[in-house]
C-alpha cells in the first residue's frame, strides 16, 4: 500500500516511465528505477499494534533523556516514512511551526519546519514532535485538533529522511529503549507504563 501523500509522486513517475519507453529505453528504465525508488519511501504496511506506549516512527533511535522523557528517532531514507499514535487518547492543538531544513541527525534540527502534536492519554500527556530534514520538505497530517485516536492510527506522513521526537510522561512512564535501538511505528514498546495499565 503506498502512503496517502505519496501516491502522487509515484503516479507521476509511473506515468513519465510510459511515457518515455516508446522514445527512449534508457529514460524509462530510470523512470522505473525512480518508481521503485518511490514505492519503498511512500510504502506504508499494515502493523499489529505492540504493548505500551509504541514508537510513533520508524527508525533508530538516536537520543534518549530520561530526565526529559525524550525518545528521539532518525529516520533514514529506507525507513517508513508514516507517523503513528504512541497511545490512544485525544489531540491537543496540533502546533505547525516553519523553518529551516538541517539534516535530521543534526543538533541544528531544532530550528527545521516542524508539527507538535500533544495527545492525552490515559497515562497523561504524550508530545509528539514531527520534523522535516535536509530532504524532507513537508509533513502530510492525517488528524485535526481535538481529533481522539487510537493506539498505532496513523498520524501522517513526513516526506523522505526526518526525525521525530517523543516527550513521555515522566511520573507514568519508564523508557524501554537505548540509544541504537531499532524501532517500528506502532509495534515496538518504547516506555511501559508503571502502574502496568497498558492496553
Known amino acids: 500500500m503506498i502512503a496517502k501523500g505519496g501516491r502522487a509522486f509515484v503516479g507521476l513517475s509511473a506515468l513519465a516511465m510510459a511515457a518515455a519507453f516508446p522514445f527512449s529505453i534508457v529514460a524509462a528504465v530510470c523512470f522505473a528505477g525512480l518508481t521503485i525508488f518511490l514505492v519503498l519511501v511512500f510504502r506504508d504496511p499494515g502493523r499489529k499494534v505492540g504493548r505500551g506506549i509504541v514508537s510513533p516512527a520508524d527508525g533508530v533511535v538516536r537520543e534518549v533523556d530520561q530526565q526529559k522523557g525524550l525518545v528521539s528517532i532518525y529516520l533514514a531514507l529506507r525507513n517508513v ?23 535530521a541527525f543534526s543538533r541544528k534540527t531544532l530550528g527545521n519546519e516542524r508539527a507538535e502534536l500533544a495527545l492525552d492519554s490515559n497515562f ?21 485538533d481535538g481529533e481522539s485516536v487510537a493506539k498505532g492510527q496513523k498520524l501522517g506522513l513526513i516526506r523522505f529522511g526526518s526525525r521525530v521526537d517523543v516527550f513521555l510522561p515522566l511520573d507514568a512512564a519508564k523508557i524501554a529503549v537505548g540509544k541504537g535501538a531499532r524501532v517500528r511505528a506502532g509495534v515496538t514498546t518504547i516506555a ?8
Open 192 to 199: 511501559e507504563v508503571q502502574d502496568g495499565g497498558v492496553e
Open 124 to 144: 497523561g500527556r504524550i508530545t509528539v514532535v514531527e520534523m522535516t530534514g535536509a530532504i524532507a520538505r513537508r509533513i502530510v497530517l492525517y488528524v485535526r
Open 81 to 103: 516514512h508514516v507517523t503513528r499514535a504512541p497511545a490512544e487518547g485525544r489531540l491537543g492543538t496540533i502546533t505547525l511551526s516553519p523553518g529551516t531544513h538541517a539534516p
